[in-house]
């Protein structure tokens, strides 16, 4: 940790993230074939992200229905404006990983695309 760090929690924050976390979001009746489009397209242009099962009901904190993706911060410049372009409609959660503080990452750290979804607080405690 630099003098930086040490002074302000946010830098500090910053200096410990270890990757990234996305979160595609669809409803399994409706949106799902877009959600399986846009998966494809992330495992073509992106190899190196880790993409993660479906969930086709609420898990965790997500309150709806979503597949994961863990990146490394260096793919990060590509990858997020990826999704911003190629999303199709579908709600994506953006948060860093490794900063220790999981409610944060997932509020007020939070990048959110289309549609901000509720997120379930006691599964973030």
């Known amino acids: 940790m630099n003098d930086i760090s040490a002074r302000d929690p946010a830098q500090a924050a910053l200096e410990s993230i270890s990757g990234w976390h996305a979160h595609i979001y669809y409803d399994p009746r409706a949106t799902r074939d877009r ?13 190196d992200a880790v993409i993660g099962r479906w969930h086709d009901a609420p898990v965790g904190p997500h309150t709806r229905a979503m597949f994961q993706l863990l990146f490394e911060p260096a793919l990060f410049a590509r990858l997020v404006p990826f999704l911003a372009f190629h999303r199709d409609g579908l709600a994506v959660l953006v948060h860093a990983d490794g ?12 990048i959110w695309m289309g549609e901000v979804l509720p997120v379930n607080f006691r599964n973030l405690d």
Do not use: N, S, V, Y
């Not at 959600?35 to 190899?47: D, Y």
């Open 35 to 47: 959600a399986e489009r846009l998966r494809a397209k992330i495992a073509a242009a992106f190899p």
């Open 99 to 110: 900063t220790g503080d999981g409610r944060k990452a997932h509020t007020d750290q939070a």
